[in-house]
């Protein structure tokens, strides 16, 4: 692999740039894989990185029915934070927050990683209730952030209106480290040193079938033929329900569409990302200049990647009562991604009831920032059998009763 | 040089001058001008700078699609940016500002981006800016971004106001040229009703520029005749400045209409979001042509033939004195004409077509205009703007044959339709090799409710134009080496070159997603509507495939940007939500009231009296009312009626506890469990006649409460004989509170108040005074209290009576902050601080609660699971500090160690705290690992400063544990 | 933006008058259950893609509960009906078998 660098843009602009390989290479399947993962999104191109390189598992595929990082990696609002409540999902999330702090140069693609800071507001005296309780947890989890009040929110973000009048800013939980990063290049990363390791990443290549044999997987049925494997890992984000019943198990899951929209570009006006739970919405201005904005997800079983326009009206008329110069922008794009929401909103990385086989899902509206710590833990949860990181996000919690709800600091967890 | 021609125009009023600014330099222009054809009227031919390279640009289109001519148009609360100069009409006193520049338009120190260009290919900054680590952050990025953006952003608060329209119809055309009038009138004629959306503040669309005939008529005069005869039509609305949008599932569509836009005024609404519920949706929305990819196409003078043509037909605005005009096609040769009989000179048509119809060839030789074809522009000449033009064949690698000299190209590389709307909602294109253009595929539309197409599609935007044999050409010359490749602009706005998209797919990015989101290709304002076929041309050839089969990118809504003051409407400011006022509402907010929002209800925190801190106004209320006398405005509980013969049976069901054994005119508390066992709401329960029980709920639950017991009634227990009503609005509810409540009641006269009478957990109805109430002798405050309900529309006169005469005793009305601090001294649970959706009652010791008698009820199926039996779940429990102070609200009690995860273990957290100032001590509720066995054991909360608070476990209930206070 | 028309008014509601409630037909399990059965009941779905059988309220019109047969895929609507039901009636598994030869009911 030719590494990325200044230097190398200089030396291949010589040129007009025609000395650049692949970014990753693209190979015809092989019969068998010691692993095979089905999906190519962030999340399962971070576990295939992971098992090579936590655990020298590097031969390895990675089948993606369309275009890698086409799913929900290519179309969230590219949040970066780890603020979390509960014990595992602070884990997992800080986890993958620290990783993010040096992806750019793990993988020698700059995947833009700005921690520019995340405000979660609190508008009602509930929230300031439960962002302070966060704000404890957090200082014991090794997560760090930290209540401001209001003066303070303003001061970070000068654009925004604290004084009302329905939902006046009455503080916020802020976390310094926390921000953003470009979703497709974190995708794009990962694939590129996956390649790099040797392994095959497959786009164009639709599983149709899982096979296995008492009670073991043995590999998959797939448009570009059989291919064996000896563990598999299914991380298909927004299909979740479709390949599990391949393999012979159903999940604890829905599938909704969540909707995002980006404004025109404009110069500089906002450099932190803000989350305002109790109207619903969430902004930030990307490196181009757009606002970025997301809202709730619709009620209904959805696979169409569209939503319902009435979730972007509310999203829209939230975020003007707390930013009013926005109403003055225009919507640029809007759309729309399927997420898988659990019946506690919390993700599923666990054994399944097929040996061999397992399942990274569930992340519902907040599995961006979740990419790196998804994937390091997962790929233990293969190699070894357990991982801390995964140990509570196992699938058999919803009949135990035991739940990892992290609605209970401030409505949704996006 | 651009300049207005001395006569024409169709759509000018040479009699109307209007004045406007440009960068603060005064002009003037026509009513009936845009923005652009005032600026080319005065040769401002520079317009903007682009996004990446910051290089000069001129207006390329004449509509929605421009890319390059965007203004910061307006001041203050007016102000918007990235407005479109070509669809800007201009008005008197308009103030523009061309963007992303600095210091000027002329002179842009960004322009040194372009310089480096050829450091700076698709993509370049995922390979660079890795080191040091902390640069990108606080070196790179900051650069990046200050450099990006567009437009200035907005610093006021909008001035203007919006709204929403709902309609109805049976057809909604959207497209007001001839194809959409003439499917309007079809449609009417069939006595359907119609709405016709037509984007611009004129109608026909193309056709009258072009000099149309239609039906025998020129197409102004067909047009302004049908218009008329719709007009007539009761059946028919007919809309300008609107703007089809989006379509999206069962027949919804958005229009956006402009309404002041061109016309600045207070009174009325800016902008009109049309929510649209179409039977049938038929899309006239024309074509849009693709400009060619040749080096140097992005310099100011170089416009599409289309626009050049809108330009001096509709504005009489002349690009140039000389033009040349470039074509792969017919159209464009429409343009060469319009120059010529326009008195313009075009020197020459550069046809890149390997043979061209010799009829058209004589015919523009006798208008003195030389055909060149099979030719190509090798090389536009010029620094800031177009001086001449390089040309050479078009099958060469680019050697130049001669170069003419002129001051405008147009350039056209065929037609594309406008196919945006017809595949918002999945309608599926069509490779149409003969024109080259997508074109809607007729058997795959998008679908509705009942599976069939709803979206059809006439005109040109179906494909139907008219545009000759079109040769397709998408790079110029074929074989243009890599150096000019580089100079050759795909998407103008981002800078995208013919080199980046090759380069894309060198590089494995094959996927016409992959292609646009490492380019940048299509993602700048105009979403690719120049910029789209061209690049994804280019990638196909790189990939050695066919255009079908590297596909489009999604089309998503909305057409054009729409304003987010639109999407939000009405509601902003006050009424963003509904507020919901209990009827004292009033009275507290002129005697002090510190309001909390509670759901979309307001409640008093607390009442502050003047000089008072809400500190103190919380300890004077508390205080006040357990020496003497409170009053609370409790109307925001939920109030439910659940009436019927098996209305017993069914709140066993619901509430954990029994009900159905509760004799009338008593009153029980009782929980309620999701199915999933955790506690989701509390309250207490009155039962009123055999079968009939008021169940109070939270004021947050009243809603979400009654819809959960129709759910049940209505999709499990269809047979139960149940009915439900949720009265919450309907009554006043005031609870009197304090040793001195009964005394002062009593004052009123009427019903009998004493304990024989209506005895604690009792309630009755009655006369209070002069007014008829029903008194619940319940108490959430440990005190002697009455809670009493009146019609809603006494609550007011009530309350006042009440407060008239508790003035003896000193009443004071208190607010909810007072009301959480004195439930918490008396060790009562509160629904959102106790529990927050993982807490079951077991947890709270609410054992007594959970009734053994009942073989069912929500939530006890649950709490048998393994997780739920746990003993370790942390347990309720009260924390006292060791000092005295209050605990941290939030904080959490650790143990030694860390778990597996590096993470402090913790043992407990603390649910409420408060300052007591009937203790005069911190006071605090919590949940404990083995709680309620560790009484006296003194725990250690973490601040978040790093400081450790300590408290001793004790019993939750911290005040008249034996209850003498409330019985009485 | 859905319409689904509510068996009780007649009204053809469109989704902001509606509050959606997930799949329909499921069966309620209490105490004596197993743990398996209890959690199909809470937690385990089909979430099929393709012809989804789902709950709606009427929330701001009649105030009723119903059940829709809807693609989840093309979001087309074969039918509503009556909540008081405890399986799709036979004039809906018609109606989306004259659409969907394929289809079958048991999933």
């Known amino acids: 692999m030719k590494r990325y660098s200044a230097f190398a843009i200089a030396r291949e602009a010589a040129n007009y740039h025609q000395g650049w390989e692949r970014a990753w290479a693209k190979r015809a399947p092989k019969k068998r894989y010691d692993a095979i993962i089905i999906g190519a999104g962030g999340h399962g191109l971070a576990s295939a990185y992971y098992l090579g390189k936590n655990h020298g598992i590097t031969n390895v595929a990675v089948l993606e029915k369309g275009w890698l990082g086409g799913g929900n990696t290519g179309r969230n609002t590219t949040i970066i934070r780890s603020n979390y409540l509960q014990d595992p999902s602070a884990a997992i999330y800080e986890k993958a927050r620290s990783l993010y702090e040096t992806l750019s140069q793990d993988l020698n693609y700059n995947v833009m990683f700005s921690p520019r800071g995340v405000i979660m507001l609190a508008q ?50 802020w976390q310094a480290r926390g921000g953003t990063a470009r979703h497709d290049a974190v995708a794009w990363g990962y694939a590129r040193a996956c390649s790099d390791m040797g392994m095959d990443i497959i786009q164009q290549c639709e599983v149709t079938g899982v096979t296995s044999e008492g009670g ?23 299909h979740s329900s479709h390949v599990a019943e391949m393999a012979g198990f159903r999940l604890p899951i829905e599938s909704v569409a969540l909707q995002a929209l980006v404004s025109e570009p404009i110069k500089p006006c906002m450099d932190v990302v803000v989350m305002a739970n109790t109207v619903h919405g969430y902004m930030s201005q990307s490196d181009k200049g757009e606002m970025v904005i997301g809202g709730g997800t619709d009620g209904y079983n959805n696979y169409t990647q569209r939503g319902s326009f009435h979730h972007i009206e509310e999203t829209v008329r939230a975020l003007i009562e707390t930013f009013p110069m926005i109403s003055r922008l225009k919507m640029l794009r809007q759309w729309g991604g399927i997420v898988d929401v659990t019946g506690d909103r919390s993700p599923i990385l666990s054994k399944t009831p097929l040996e061999g086989c397992y399942i990274n899902c569930g992340w519902g509206t907040g599995g961006f920032k979740a990419i790196p710590g998804s994937g390091f833990g997962f790929a233990e949860l293969m190699a070894k059998g357990y991982s801390p990181l995964t140990a509570e996000f196992g699938m058999e919690r919803f009949r135990e009763g035991r739940f990892i709800d992290e609605s209970v600091a401030a409505g949704v967890a996006h | 040089m651009s300049f207005r021609l001395p006569s024409g125009g169709r759509l000018i009023d040479r009699t109307s001058e209007l004045k406007f600014t440009f960068n603060g330099r005064i002009m003037r222009g026509f009513a009936g001008d845009t923005l652009a054809s005032a600026l080319l009227a005065r040769d401002q031919m520079l317009m903007g700078r682009s996004f990446k390279y910051h290089r000069p640009r001129g207006v390329v289109a004449s509509g929605a699609e421009e890319p390059n001519a965007l203004m910061n148009i307006g001041e203050g609360g007016r102000f918007e940016p990235n407005q479109r100069a070509t669809t800007a009409e201009l008005f008197d006193g308009m103030a523009a500002r061309s963007q992303n520049h600095w210091p000027s338009l002329e002179f842009d120190v960004g322009a040194i981006n372009a310089k480096f260009a050829r450091f700076l290919p698709a993509g370049f900054y995922y390979k660079t800016f890795l080191y040091p680590r902390h640069f990108w952050k606080y070196v790179f990025e900051p650069i990046i971004r200050q450099s990006a953006g567009l437009g200035a952003a907005p610093k006021e608060a909008d001035a203007d106001t919006y709204e929403h329209f709902y309609a109805f119809c049976d057809v909604l055309v959207v497209g007001g040229g001839i194809a959409g009038l003439m499917a309007a009138r079809d449609a009417a004629a069939d006595g359907k009703r119609v709405i016709v959306l037509e984007q611009n503040g004129h109608w026909g669309g193309r056709a009258p520029v072009d000099g149309a005939v239609v039906e025998g008529k020129p197409a102004d005069e067909w047009v302004s005749v049908t218009l008329q005869a719709l007009e007539a039509n009761d059946n028919v609305t007919l809309r300008d400045r609107c703007m089809g949008a989006g379509v999206y599932d069962h027949g919804y569509v958005l229009g956006y209409e402009r309404i002041t836009d061109h016309a600045p005024a207070n009174d009325v609404p800016r902008h009109r979001l049309w929510r649209i519920r179409a039977g049938h949706v038929v899309t006239a929305t024309g074509a849009l042509e693709r400009p060619l990819s040749f080096a140097g196409n992005d310099l100011p003078g170089v416009m599409l033939a289309s626009a050049v043509r809108d330009y001096v037909v509709n504005h009489a605005v002349a690009p140039g004195k ?207 509507k120049l910029s789209n076929i061209n690049g994804l041309a280019v990638l196909a050839d790189a990939l050695d495939t066919g255009i079908p089969q590297v596909g489009t990118t999604t089309f998503r809504p909305p057409y054009t940007p729409i304003s987010m003051g639109a999407i939000a409407g009405e509601a902003r400011g006050e009424i963003f939500q509904p507020l919901r006022r209990t009827p004292m509402h009033a009275w507290h907010e002129k005697n002090g009231a510190h309001w909390e929002p509670v759901g979309h209800w307001r409640r008093p925190y607390c009442f502050q009296q003047p000089g008072e801190s809400v500190e103190d106004a919380v300890n004077r209320e508390i205080t006040n009312t357990r020496t003497s006398l409170g009053l609370l405005d409790a109307s925001t509980l939920g109030k439910i009626v659940v009436k019927g013969p098996d209305a017993g049976k069914f709140l066993d069901m619901l509430y954990t506890n029994m009900m159905s054994n509760l004799k009338p005119g008593k009153c029980r508390y009782g929980l309620m469990c999701s199915e999933n066992g955790f506690l989701m709401d509390d309250g207490v329960v009155a039962r009123i006649d055999e079968d009939t029980w008021l169940c109070h709920t939270t004021t947050g639950g009243a809603d979400r409460i009654h819809a959960w017991m129709e759910d049940w009634l209505q999709c499990e227990w269809w047979d139960w004989k149940v009915w439900t009503l949720n009265l919450t609005e309907q009554f006043a509810q005031v609870a009197v509170v304090g040793p001195n409540a009964r005394t002062m009641l009593e004052t009123l006269g009427g019903m009998d108040l004493s304990a024989q009478a209506l005895p604690f957990m009792g309630w009755a109805d009655g006369k209070i005074g002069d007014f008829n109430v029903r008194v619940y002798r319940i108490s959430f405050s440990g005190e002697l209290s009455y809670e009493i309900s009146v019609p809603a529309s006494e609550g007011l006169a009530f309350w006042e009576a009440l407060m008239e005469a508790g003035e003896p005793f000193g009443i004071t009305p208190y607010g909810t902050e007072a009301l959480h601090v004195m439930r918490a001294e008396k060790g009562f649970i509160m629904i959102g601080d106790e529990t927050d959706g993982t807490v079951i009652p077991q947890d709270l010791g609410l054992n007594w609660a959970l009734s053994k008698k009942k073989e069912d009820f929500l939530g006890n199926r649950a709490h048998s699971r393994s997780h739920m039996a746990d003993p370790t779940r942390w347990k309720l429990v009260g924390l006292e500090t060791v000092d005295g102070s209050v605990l941290p609200d939030g904080a959490y009690a650790v143990a030694d160690g860390h778990n597996e995860n590096g993470q402090r273990n913790m043992i407990g957290r603390v649910t409420s705290t408060y300052y007591s100032p009937t203790l005069d001590r911190g006071i605090a509720m919590g949940l404990v690992l083995h709680g309620p066995d560790r009484m006296g054991e003194v725990l250690a909360f973490p601040r978040v400063d790093g400081t450790v608070a300590y408290a001793r476990i004790v019993s939750p209930v911290f005040y008249d544990p034996e209850g003498e206070k409330q019985n009485v | 933006m859905l319409t689904l028309k509510c068996p009780y008014c007649g009204v053809q509601a469109c989704e902001t008058e509606l509050s959606p409630g997930y799949e329909a037909h499921l069966k309620r399990f209490g105490p004596g259950s197993s743990d398996d059965d209890f959690e199909t009941y809470l937690f385990t779905r089909p979430n099929v893609k393709g012809v989804h059988f789902e709950r709606w309220r009427h929330a701001y019109g009649c105030g009723k509960w119903f059940l829709a047969a809807r693609c989840t895929t093309t979001l087309e609507v074969f039918g509503t009906y009556s909540a008081q039901t405890p399986a799709p009636p036979a004039e809906i598994i018609e109606a989306i078998k004259s659409k969907r030869p394929d289809w079958s009911p048991e999933t």
């Not at chain 2, 894309?504 to 290709?521: C, D, I, M, W």
Request: charged share 20%; with cysteine; net charge negative.
């Open chain 1, 216 to 238: 073991k997987v043995t590999g998959v049925q797939t448009s570009l033929g059989d291919i064996g494997c000896n563990s598999l890992g299914i991380v298909v984000a927004g």
């Open chain 2, 322 to 528: 000389r033009t040349v005009v470039v074509t792969n096609n017919d159209d464009a040769y429409r343009t060469a004409e319009v120059m010529v009989n326009a008195g313009l000179s075009v020197p020459a048509i550069i046809d890149a077509r390997p043979s061209v119809d010799e009829a058209l060839i004589s015919k523009f030789s006798d208008l003195g205009v030389e055909v060149k074809v099979a030719s190509a522009i090798a090389k536009v000449k010029g620094k800031d703007r177009v001086t001449g033009v390089a040309i050479c064949a078009q099958d060469s690698n680019g050697s130049v044959s001669t170069t003419i000299e002129c001051d405008a190209v147009a350039m056209s590389g065929g037609w594309s339709p406008v196919v945006h709307l017809w595949s918002h909602c999945g309608g599926k294109l069509t490779w149409d090799e003969d024109q080259a253009m997508f074109r809607p595929d007729p058997n795959r539309p998008p679908t509705n409710q009942t599976g069939e197409g709803f979206v059809s599609v006439v005109g040109w935007a179906n494909g139907e134009i008219d545009q000759g044999d079109i040769a397709p050409v998408w790079i110029m010359p074929q074989g243009a080496s890599i150096e000019t490749r580089n100079k050759m602009w795909l998407d103008f706005q981002n800078d995208v070159k013919v080199s980046d998209v090759q380069l894309a797919a060198q590089e494995g990015f094959e996927s016409v997603e992959h292609a646009k989101r490492y380019t940048t290709l299509g993602m700048a304002t105009d979403q690719g």
């Open chain 1, 124 to 173: 009602t005296h509930h929230e300031v209730r439960g962002y302070q309780r966060t704000a404890h947890a957090n200082a014991l989890q090794g997560v760090k952030t930290e209540w401001i009040g209001p003066e303070r929110v303003k001061q970070l973000c000068p654009i925004m209106n604290i004084e009302g009048p329905r939902y006046p800013v009455l503080g916020g939980l």
